[in-house]
């Protein structure tokens, strides 16, 4: 995939208005983006990191590895 497609993924794909509970399932909602994207894309990790709230360099967020079903 190109940067571009993944930038995509990670800012613009996400529908405006829309509030997720959960980072998680922002990172799940890019995995099933990348995913429709392109058949190529067997697998997918996201890794998202919640910076407003790290204290210290302390990292708070979560890693979701997905695979083409």
Request: aromatic share 6%.
């Amino acid at each position: 995939k190109s940067y571009m497609d993944l930038k995509h993924a990670a800012t613009g794909a996400l529908p405006p208005g829309r509030h997720f509970t959960l980072i998680e399932g922002v990172a799940d909602y890019i995995a099933e983006t990348l995913f429709l994207q392109d058949r190529r894309v067997r697998r997918v990790k996201i890794k998202i990191v919640k910076l407003a709230i790290s204290e210290g360099g302390e990292r708070i967020g979560v890693t979701l590895v997905r695979h083409r079903p």
